[in-house]
């Protein structure tokens, strides 16, 4: 079976289990994933449980599918997601975003936590995601290309889409307050980047640093989809302030910023 045929059979599986049929695709972050808490109507399905899915292996971390409403909008949300750090082969990594695509979804949101570079930016701040660098050598389109998903070179000018951005500038407006904008860069982890490593990357041109999302903005990208990402800067990163970074403080900051968090992407999503 190639990763279409898996795709349709994961597909298969999961609306089985649902009559909601989502056009919109959320990925939640660390400490970001209460979210679900709001859904309504729901399903939530295991990563284990799912055909073609990998179980997640690492302790504490969430993997589960949950399928419902967001204020009567139906959504697939993705509660935890597979980090490159643990392991995992990027086809693995972004295989959900393949079985959403086969719901029909055309939207995706992913969200994270992450290190500011910018030293206009503070912690507990969000950042809407403009472009990303991608810092680690490797790509999950690498390999053979199946056509029924997207072409062999797509393009990567716009993979983050403009209108998506200024939805989110507009209903953070709405709410109160204003987001940063910015790069994103992707850095393998587990390891936080060394001082040097962030001169290096604030000098390419990168405003935040972090574990995920690019490659699932990659393959998103690939078949079509308009792509929104939203970041949580839960510190600067390292060597800017003379502390240590810790994954506890990260947890903490993403869990301080969760009603404002919640009620973005609540408003976004009605705004879809
Ligand atoms: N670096 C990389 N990933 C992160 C960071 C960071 O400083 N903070 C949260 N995720």
């Not at 500038?169 to 850095?187: K, N, P």
């Not at 839960?234 to 993403?254: C, F, P, R, W």
Request: aromatic share 8%; glycine share 8%.
């Amino acid at each position: 079976m190639n990763l279409y045929e898996q795709a349709v059979d994961a597909h298969h599986y999961l609306s089985a289990l649902t009559t909601i049929k989502p056009k919109i695709g959320l990925i939640l972050g660390s400490g970001l994933g209460s979210i679900v808490e709001e859904m309504t109507h729901k399903v939530h399905v295991p990563f284990e449980e799912i055909p073609h899915f990998t179980k997640i292996s690492t302790e504490g971390h969430v993997g589960e599918v949950v399928l419902g409403k967001l204020k009567g909008v139906e959504v697939i949300a993705l509660n935890g997601r597979y980090h490159f750090y643990d392991g995992y082969p990027l086809s693995v990594i972004t295989f959900p975003v393949r079985v959403m695509k086969m719901f029909g979804v055309d939207t995706l949101i992913l969200t994270n936590a992450c290190g500011a570079i910018n030293m206009n930016f503070k912690p507990g701040e969000l950042m809407i995601i403009e472009d990303h660098l991608n810092l680690v050598s490797n790509n999950p389109l690498i390999g053979e290309n199946i056509s029924e998903f997207g072409p062999r070179f797509p393009d990567a000018s716009e993979i983050y889409t403009k209108s998506l951005r200024k939805i989110a500038q507009d209903s953070a407006a709405e709410l109160g307050f204003s987001m940063q904008q910015g790069v994103y860069a992707w850095w393998t982890g587990p390891s936080y980047e060394t001082p040097a490593e962030i001169k290096m990357i604030r000098t390419l041109g990168a405003d935040a640093v972090g574990m995920s999302t690019v490659p699932e903005a990659l393959v998103a990208s690939h078949m079509g989809m308009k792509v929104l990402g939203i970041s949580c800067l839960t510190n600067m990163a390292s060597g800017i302030l003379d502390q240590k970074l810790s994954h506890q403080e990260v947890l903490e900051v993403a869990a301080s910023v969760n009603v404002k968090f919640r009620n973005l992407i609540k408003k976004i999503v009605k705004k879809l």
